[in-house]
């Protein structure tokens, strides 16, 4: 079935650092593809979606392009501030599944001053 | 302002007891996915609903979980009868159409003692 696959964190990064994290699929269709991200007891949050091959999604200096042929949608910023620091989930929803939306393990992001 | 409403926030219940908790999807929504989070299996996927017909609930444990939509304005999912393994997050999240993004509510932080 469908999985989504993101690097294990938690990740720990200086203040104005670039930030990468991973995520990687498996899709038996053509999924929309999304990152969310988590505060401290909140609910998720839609952070940026690409919805087919070579979009790329951005929010907030946050960008992620869909790449088809590496299965990915690899989230990046160029420099991070403290308030990023979150939990970081990438999200598939598959037509062929019904439009079910599954998520990744999701990365802990740490930025310090 | 539009939002997932998801009712209690917190419960703390004895074992053996059932839970109900609720959910209002936004207004409109025709998606309605229940997640479960922990810190050792992240975010899973309980039940889906679409327009309140259930699309997908292989997630849940049938012996003990059940998920309805009475109308359009409410999810509901109960725990009968709860057990301390069942203690985590649970999260509604309301969608318009397959495979755009999800809202997701605050969660009810549920602790089965």
């Known amino acids: 079935g469908d999985s989504v696959t993101q690097m294990e964190g938690p990740v720990t990064l200086s203040e104005e650092a670039f930030l990468t994290i991973n995520c990687t699929y498996t899709a038996t269709g053509y999924p929309s593809l999304f990152w969310y991200v988590q505060y401290p007891g909140e609910g998720l949050q839609l952070l940026l979606k690409a919805t087919k091959a070579d979009d790329k999604g951005s929010n907030k200096g946050f960008e992620a392009t869909y790449r088809k042929e590496t299965t990915s949608f690899h989230l990046e910023k160029g420099s991070v501030q403290v308030s990023d620091s979150a939990v970081y989930f990438c999200?598939?929803?598959?037509?062929?599944?019904?439009?079910?939306?599954?998520f990744g393990q999701g990365t802990e992001l740490s930025v310090k001053p | 302002d539009a939002r997932v409403t998801q009712t209690p926030r917190h419960k703390v219940t004895e074992m053996g007891q059932e839970v109900t908790m609720r959910c209002q999807p936004i207004l409109g929504h025709n998606t309605v996915f229940w997640y479960r989070q922990t810190m050792m299996q992240g975010l899973e996927l309980l039940a889906y609903f679409r327009n309140r017909a259930p699309l997908d609930d292989s997630g849940m444990p049938k012996d003990r979980f059940s998920a309805e939509m009475p109308d359009a304005t409410l999810a509901t999912l109960k725990i009968q009868p709860s057990e301390p393994r069942d203690s985590a997050v649970y999260f509604c999240a309301s969608g318009l159409e397959q495979n755009t993004e999800a809202f997701f509510g605050q969660g009810t932080r549920l602790t089965v003692v």
């Open positions: 999200a598939l929803s598959d037509n062929n599944q019904g439009g079910k939306l599954i």
